[in-house]
């Protein structure tokens, strides 16, 4: 049995990923190929509930460092539980981030460090999407769904925006930036068509 495709899509809050992950589940399912969608950090596991407690404020706040190492913690158990079973397996993993995620909201001092301890914990993906848009339009996305983190702040986006072109530039991952700013559909077939021209699908 050969050896499964792990594609990750990824992006600031509110870009859209979400519907692009559920959105290309579908389709692939319905094309009868085997997918698994996981999603990034856990909220079923003791590490992710601690993770979502701190950034909704319902705990104590932590250094931040910590937090992003609580992040890795949390994928890579992630990673060995479910995306790398699935990948044995055979099947497609659409990851809803990954450790694009850990790298770009890291501050530029520590975006080495994370994306080289990621690299060493968790295997890399075959292809990482990141969906782009502009923070003032993630912004006005957030306030209008509610529920916002500690993430969610214009300064903070702009920075982790900036986080994600570095993440391009130095990880040595295959990547594709997507323009988020578009229809949903729009989005989703050019998914579709990077993923056949990088035969993944």
């Excluded at 990824?10 to 996981?38: N, R, S």
Aim: charged residues 35%; aromatic residues 6%.
């Amino acid at each position: 049995m050969s050896k499964g495709k792990f594609i990750v899509i990824d992006g600031i809050g509110a870009c859209g990923k979400d519907t692009q992950v559920e959105m290309l589940e579908k389709y692939l399912k319905d094309k009868g190929v085997e997918v698994v969608a996981t999603r990034e950090h856990t909220r079923d596991t003791p590490t992710g509930v601690l993770i979502e407690k701190i950034i909704k404020k319902q705990e104590d706040q932590i250094d931040p460092q910590a937090l992003q190492l609580l992040f890795i913690s949390d994928r890579r158990n992630h990673f060995v539980k479910i995306i790398k079973p699935a990948l044995e397996e055979g099947k497609l993993v659409i990851g809803n981030r990954y450790y694009p995620v850990n790298v770009a909201f890291s501050t530029s001092e520590w975006r080495e460090k994370f994306l080289k301890i990621n690299q060493m914990v968790v295997d890399k993906p075959d292809l990482v999407i990141i969906v782009d848009v502009p923070a003032t339009v993630a912004i006005e996305r957030m306030n209008k769904r509610g529920d916002p983190d500690i993430f969610d702040r214009l300064e903070i986006m702009e920075r982790n925006r900036e986080g994600y072109e570095w993440y391009m530039k130095n990880s040595g991952d295959d990547c594709v930036w997507v323009d988020g700013n578009r229809t949903r559909e729009e989005i989703h077939q050019e998914i579709v068509k990077i993923l056949e021209n990088k035969r993944i699908i």
